[in-house]
């Protein structure tokens, strides 16, 4: 059964910096990458990043664009978001996922991920 751990949230000052991690264990064979999702109080789930793996390639969402990096460690079965130039609007529980059926076109649909880590809280205040 697949597992997701993530870990790295904080409390951050506006402008600060911080490195989620999503430990993996027990992929399936059909998974088709790692997305990162993040729910504010009141609000929906929203895609904020996912990286394919078969090829490596990132998609972002525009708000975190030039600010949030996603990256992958194989050997350790991680999958990393670095998120810098932290705003307030930031902050919410940020959760890593993965399914078997995302693509480019639909990696930020929480309805196609079918596996959810239990989430970390970003706070991003002064």
């Known amino acids: 059964q697949v597992q997701l751990v993530e870990s790295g949230g904080d409390l951050v000052q506006p402008g600060g910096s911080l490195r989620l991690s999503c430990a993996a264990s027990a992929l399936p064979l059909l998974y088709s990458g790692i997305g990162w999702f993040r729910q504010a109080p009141g609000k929906e789930r929203e895609g904020v990043s996912y990286i394919s793996k078969n090829d490596g390639s990132t998609y972002y969402a525009d708000s975190v664009k030039g600010r949030f990096t996603i990256s992958r460690d194989n050997a350790k079965k991680t999958v990393y978001l670095q998120m810098n130039s932290l705003k307030p609007e930031d902050t919410a529980v940020y959760y890593c996922?993965?399914?078997?059926?995302?693509?480019?076109?639909?990696?930020?649909?929480?309805?196609?991920?079918?596996?959810w880590g239990q989430g970390t809280q970003v706070i991003v205040s002064s």
């Open positions: 996922a993965t399914g078997p059926l995302i693509d480019r076109r639909s990696w930020y649909d929480s309805r196609r991920y079918t596996s």
